[in-house]
Structure formats: C-alpha cells, structure tokens
DNA sequence: GTTGGCACTCCGCGAATATGAGTGCCAAGT
DNA sequence: ACTTGGCACTCATATTCGCGGAGTGCCAAC
C-alpha cells in the first residue's frame, strides 16, 4: 500500500514544505529531490498519499501539504534521534556551564533550547513532589519571628516566614531544627509531611503548640502544589516566524504562554528523558492549539525524570531538528542536575 | 498660541484615536463630542494644530492622528492622576493579597497590571543593591559541603553552595554566623562586601583560609549584580492589540521582551513611587520601538523606591488609564513589600 | 473669529480580467 | 502493471480600472 517510494515522496513533501512554507507540487518535488522518476509518477503517489489521508491540498490545483497524519507518519519514520554536531555539543556545554543556581540553569537552558530550534522554549522547574528533601533550617530572625528554608535534592529552595505567639527558646529551636532533619531529609517532599505530623509529641508542653505550627507550616510548604506549575519561557520572539494567519495560530499560543498551567499539561506527563515526546496538531490537548506542534521529554537528576522541558511550534516546523535538540539539552542539563 | 478650545480639539482627537484606531475627521469629532462649534472652525484648529506639529495627516484627504509630541503634550495636560474606581482598588487588594512570597507578589502584580491596563506589564524584581541585610544563615549540608542563605529586607533569598576544602568545627561555624550577622545586618547590601573584608582576621590560624573562602562566597552573592537584572513579564497576548503593522512593532516588542537589559533601560532609572513615568515613542531608548511607550514607576518597601514597575503599549495607547494602573498597582506593592 | 458652501484629492473597495501553477486523466510506451 | 508525456481544466492570486466617499482647504458671508 504504501511502498518505500510513495514514504519518500510524503517526506520529501514535509521537507519541502517546513522550508517554503508553501503548499508543494509534483514539478518542484522532483526538481528539488532526486527521487528518479517524472512529475506524472509523483502524482499519482500524492493521490495515493492524499487518499490515505497523509496530505491534501487547501484547494483544486494547488500544491499539497501534509496533514496531522502525514507528519505524524513522518515522525515516526524518524527511527532515530539525529546526533548534534560536534559545534552544536560544544555550544550547548559552553552556555550552560558556569550556571550558578537552579535558577540560573533552568533560564539558560529556555534560552539555549529557544536559540537552536529558533522556536519556542519551555522549561518546567524541577517538580517537588518528586524530589527529596536535603535540609531544612530553622531560623529566628527576631524574637517571635521565624524563617523556614527547605532545600531540595533538585536545588530548590522553599522559603515560609511566620510570627509566632510567643518567644521560642534557642534550644528548642535547635532541637526542632535536629529533629526535623531527622525526619525528612533524603525522603521523598511527598511524604516529608506525614513523617513529621508525630513530632511536637516529642516537646514539653508548653512548647508544644508553637512547635505544632511551626511543623504546619513547614507541611505546608513541603506539600504546596503551586510552586509545582513554575515554568521559564523564552524564544517567544521567535514566534514572528509562523508568520501568517496571526490571529489564529499565534494569538491562542500567546495566551497559552501566560497560562502556566495550560502549558504544563501541554508538556504532558513527565516521561523518560531518552525519550522524545512529540505531539501533533490535534493530538495536543488543547482545542486552540490545532495548528501547533510539542516537543518535549524529561530530564532529571538521575535516571528518574523530576520535569519537563520541550519546544512548541507550528505543525510546519522541523522535527528532526527540534528532536534533537531537545533531547541534547535535557541530557546535559540532567547531568548538570545529578553533579551539583 | 494654543487657547483652551485648540486644547480640548486635541485632547478629543487623541481620545477618539485610541479608541477607534482611525484617523479622526473634524465631523466625527463634532459629533462625538460635544464642542460647541462646527466642524469647520474645528478644521481651522486643526491645522494650526498640525502648523505646531501635534497632529499629522497619513494623507492628504484623510482624518487627522496625534504625533508623539501630541501625546507628549496630551499627557502634560493631564494634571492629575485619575483615582481608580472602588471596584478597582478592590480588585487590586484581593488580587496581592494572600502572596506568600516576593516571588509570588512580583507574578501577582504583574499579571494584576497586565489585566487592568490589557498590555504587556513588566515588573523588576526588588534591586538588592538598594535592600538591606535582613539575615545570613550558614548551613553546613554534609562535612565539606556549606550552604549560605542571604535574606533581603525585601524578601529576597540569595544562596550559595560551595565545597570546602576541609570540614569546620560546629563551633566555627557558629561564630562564623554571629559574626557574619552582627556585622552586615541591616546594612545595604552595596557596602555588606567591604564591612566582612576583616572578618577572616578574627578566627584561629588554621581555620582562616576557609573562613576567607566562604566570607568571599558572601562578598560574591551580595555584589551579584547579574540579579538585579531579574524581571517578570505578562500580558504578551494582550499583544495582539496592536493589530495593524505586525513586523514593525510587534517584533521588535518581543525580542526587547526577551531581552532583560533592554526591558531595564526601558524601564529607566528607578523613580520616586509618587511619580508616574511616561516615555512616548521617540522618547524610548531604543530605536526599534519607535512606535511604543512606556508608563513607568518605582516602588519599594520604605519611602525610598527599590525597582521599577510599568507597562509598555503602542504610542496610541490610553495615558490616564495606564498612569493610573501603575500608580495604583506600585503603591500596594509598596505597602506589601513594608509589612512583610 | 465663526460658519456654510464647494471644489478637490486620494484612499479603499469591488468588479473584471489576466496569469499561471498545478492537477487529473488518458493514451502510448516500456 | 507501472511509468510517462500531453493536454484540457480549475481556481487562487495578482493586476487593473473605475467609482464612491470621507475629509480637507479655501473663500465668501455672517
């Protein structure tokens, strides 16, 4: 049904059509590839193709351009991830080295990943709920005045300050401090909240409703899902590519960007960093969004996957490319997670 | 020169500008508003008004569009910010409050701004050159491994983790800590470096090396001036307002947007939080954004402004509304940034 | 200084026309 | 059975032309 030349034709079609932006015709396919056979030849394969539903034309005698199916087709045909070039490498490793914090790394890989694919870039902070917690401390800033730091395997830091009824003596904070440790750290965020719900038991009395709020709150910040929706984006003005069509393609997508929580479940669920999650048109999960494409995979500090990071462009845009891309990145910035 | 009617001709003419986005003609304007004149003497203020250079025509035979000394003037004229509505203010209370964070009030204020003015909004985040030390906490996370914690009087949390080359006894971490604490707190960050030069001096002989490494850890986060470049953006979509002439002026507005250094010189000079900074087209420093304003102002937690906040929108765009947002958003921010 | 009248200027818009890329199909060739 | 050249056909896009109308500038009258 579909023999290796009819496969060549669709993607000499998508390859095509990623660069001109311009619906392709038979005369053009033959002239710019050298697929050994004459215009009639190909045409007969594009009405093939077009019957099976991989391309279409946008109106009788026009080009064709390939659908949702037929990039989807494409991808998949894409057996493996092409390996960056040796420049390429060497680029991604020089711009993200010397990254002094979380922070720092997670706004230079947005930049980075927006500078190769020329697209939009989308990195997910890492996800508390899977990290671990490496330390807590317990800080009295004044009297009745007093700062919570958690610190996570990822290099987050959740900070909470609150005022407390009355004084707290400096041992019973350092006993606090001790037991809290105790308790958490190197366990999982989403269970720090459980281990220490038993600990003001273990104070007198008279401390032990301060210590019982204290504990709150550092549950709290332990279990506090919204820090989980943070996101970097970059490469925004890369958008002016899509060129045509503003209010359909790029107005919906700039509106996504502002919704984080859009975004996030455009990212998907956290998969494998070997692997490269692509999504196409319809199959993203956004009705506004039909025109546009997701590529996007895990990355994390060790074989697990803490977060997301991706690029999001139109459906026309270069897989291959952004495949990679995203793939290098998030090996190198996993790396990078699992040293410091 | 300019008597009061020319005045009111050119105020109605920038008003009915902004809102139809047309060129306006001296019936449209006799009809909109109520001048008590006609149309033709209104033409005969016209163009003394456009003799003066307020006002421009696109062509000949078409209505008449203010030019940025227009706006300039139109802008002068309005004496006094316009109060917001109840309903306003209201919103904007219920909208800051409940922050937890200076991270989480900087992305409530921005996307407050971006809502209420429907354009792009940027907020700076508190300048720590301008804040005071509020707390420094020194953590050791595992033997050689230190943490340090700098605590902003704006609720900014600056961290450094380093590698020691040899473990430090508890004991010296301790008066590391007190004597880091009594001698930078409450001191601005710009002059925290110089007064722990000496520090070093006061401990053992042999723990003075590492004492002077992580006392240059400190030196180096305080004087971090890469994080006062830090921003935060919303209301991209609200973009999509501009309309016509997408290469020209949106374009170039996104990749300033992903330009921080760019956007702070947009922002320029951090101003009195009682004074509303408006820089209308060619008065912006940057010549891509030829068709783009600024309304801009400081705020911070004292008297004494610390950042900047503001929103940027094409030349046509509504003054008072805009001045009035900023005005209001800043003073709450303001009174936000003092309590905590 | 204000107003109505009037000729004039162009922009924008729609209809009419030309252009041409690309297709589908058919008959002939291999 | 597949491939190929030929050819008529289709339809989107570009171009031209003509017109209507909004808006102006000027002038004479008030």
Known sequence: MLDTRKLDVLRAIVEDYVQTREPVG?????????????PATVRNDMAALEEEGFITQPHTSAGRIPTDKGYRLFVDQLTRIKPLSGAE????????EGAVDLDDVVHRSVRLLAQLTQQVAIVQYPTLSRSTVRHVEVVTMSNTR???????????????VTE???????????????????????????????????????????????VAQIVGIFAEAVAD?????????GGTANLVRF????????????????????LLKLLGEVSSPSLVTVRIGHEVPHDQLATTSVVATGYGPGEQAVATLGVVGPT????AGSM??????ARYVSHILADA
Do not use: W
Not at 243 to 249: A, E, H, L, V
Not at 253 to 261: D, I, Y
């Open 164 to 210: 407390l009824p009355e004084a707290l003596d400096d041992d019973v904070i350092s006993e606090l401090r001790a037991r809290l440790n105790s308790a958490v750290v190197g366990q999982p965020l989403a269970s720090a909240a459980n281990r220490v719900a038993g600990l003001p038991d273990h104070f007198h009395l008279v401390d032990r409703a301060v």
């Open 89 to 96: 490498k060497r680029a991604i490793a020089t711009f993200l």
């Open 324 to 329: 990679s891309a995203v793939h290098a990145v």
């Open 243 to 262: 060129g045509d069509d503003f209010d359909r393609s790029i107005k919906p997508l700039l509106e996504a960007l502002e919704e984080h929580v859009v």
């Open 146 to 160: 007093l700062l919570l730091v958690v610190i996570t395997s990822t290099g987050r830091v959740e900070q909470r």
């Open 225 to 233: 899902n919204r820090t989980d929706e943070k996101v970097a984006i």
């Open 26 to 38: 038979s005369k053009a396919l033959v002239d710019r590839h050298h697929l050994g056979v004459s």
């Open 316 to 319: 026309r845009m270069d897989y």
